[in-house]
């Protein structure tokens, strides 16, 4: 009974506390769910990856963001992920990294429009991956979503692209054209009674995995479950290190608890687990991680609910110069997305003063300024339910004022 009573306490605090925390909306903006680029028709295979006999698609969906980064003149990068949600059925996307004009609707006025400008298109022509991919035999070599599940990036000193992704999970080096710089990088095994040097992270669409096909019966030599790899990608201010953050726990870690990895960037090589992050529910993930300062980072953690379903969807700061015993870094919720004041109604879906963020996925987070926040999701194109059970998913962008300032460090924000 006591045991009930504590967790009863601990629940209730927890809720209180995310209602005292006021953020703010003070900026929006909207990209309609079906917004599309230049490309080849796409949407053609299923989930198992069988062809159907059209697509389903003209040419390029732009939509799936799942990373956010400064561009140049006021403008952002964003990174959509592998398109249609499994290695299988995305083998006509074309992985690449978006320019977007934000113009969002302010208290002051403002068109709340997103302007979809130039992209990047990531390719290998160099021969650089050392397994096979869609477009093997083509001279460019474009990378498909069945080739890498992109969902992280940061921008190096050197201007390079740095990618997470999640079928190895792998980090990736492209220079500002999008070619693959090196071989993509394998996550090491830090776990108990491993070498990490020979033994390393795999998820089960890892292609080593896939190469070495397991009899029926026999254990797979994944130790991550699938789409758990790098959705959190930061740099620390200065860009000498790149902290990597996984999705999933590794098999032997405690269930909740997610490897923050150590890279060094002029190594090019792990260092080790900087901390954990401990979620607040096994069955919820993590979206992004974005720089504050060199130990603080914020971190988007959320449920897997949509629209009515979705409950729990926040932004926390963690410290990575402050863990416990295990490991785990210290974190201090932030921001409470299902509940935001719009006192001056800029979001179309705010109702009574309320504005909330009940998207299943929310993948993008970055620091404007000490006050300022900007969040956004990944729409799961063409998924619905986040504003209607029948209205497909757009891509929203959302500008929070914080009630308590973040300690930024130099370089960190526009």
Do not use: C
């Amino acid at each position: 009974m006591k045991k009930i009573l504590i967790a009863f306490g601990v629940l209730a605090t927890t809720a209180a506390i995310a209602q005292s925390i006021k953020t703010e909306l003070i900026g929006f903006s909207l990209l309609p769910a079906d917004t599309f680029a230049t490309g080849p028709a796409s949407g053609q295979f299923g989930g198992n990856g069988l062809k159907a006999a059209e697509p389903r698609f003209p040419s390029q969906p732009v939509q799936g963001f799942s990373g956010i980064q400064f561009a140049a003149n006021g403008n952002y990068w964003v990174l959509p992920d592998n398109g249609f949600g499994a290695k299988y059925n995305s083998a006509d996307f074309l992985l690449r990294l978006y320019n977007l004009t934000l113009s969002p609707k302010t208290s002051s006025g403002g068109t709340g429009t997103v302007a979809v400008n130039n992209f990047i298109q990531l390719r290998d022509p160099d021969k650089k991956i050392p397994f096979a991919i869609v477009n093997e035999n083509t001279p460019e070599r474009l990378l498909t979503g069945s080739d890498f599940d992109v969902e992280s990036f940061v921008v190096a000193q050197d201007g390079t692209i740095w990618i997470g992704d999640e079928f190895g999970p792998f980090l990736i080096n492209v220079d500002t054209t999008g070619k693959v710089l090196s071989a993509p990088i394998p996550t090491p095994d830090y776990g108990a009674g491993k070498d990490p040097s020979k033994d390393f992270v795999r998820s089960p669409n890892n292609p080593s995995v896939l190469a070495a096909s397991p009899n029926p019966g026999q254990a797979s030599s994944a130790n991550l479950n699938a789409s758990r790899g790098y959705e959190g990608l930061a740099h620390n201010p200065n860009k000498t290190k790149f902290y990597a953050l996984l999705e999933g726990t590794v098999l032997g870690d405690t269930a909740g608890l997610l490897r923050i990895h150590e890279f060094d960037v002029t190594s090019k090589k792990y260092v080790g687990i900087a901390a954990y992050y401990k979620l607040e529910d096994t069955a919820n993930a993590i979206g992004d991680m974005a720089v504050i300062n060199d130990n603080e980072y914020l971190v988007i953690e959320r449920d897997g609910g949509s629209g009515a379903m979705a409950k729990f969807k926040r932004v926390y700061k963690i410290d990575l110069s402050k863990k416990d015993s295990s490991g785990v870094a210290q974190k201090e919720l932030v921001a409470d997305l299902m509940n935001i004041s719009d006192a001056n109604k800029l979001a179309p879906s705010t109702q009574n003063g309320v504005f909330t963020f009940p998207f299943v996925t929310i993948e993008n987070v970055i620091v404007l300024d000490k006050n300022t926040i900007l969040v956004a999701n990944d729409n799961n194109y063409d998924g619905k339910g986040g504003r209607g059970a029948d209205i497909k998913d757009p891509n929203e962008f959302i500008w929070l004022k914080l009630e308590k300032p973040l300690n930024i460090a130099t370089g960190v924000g526009r």
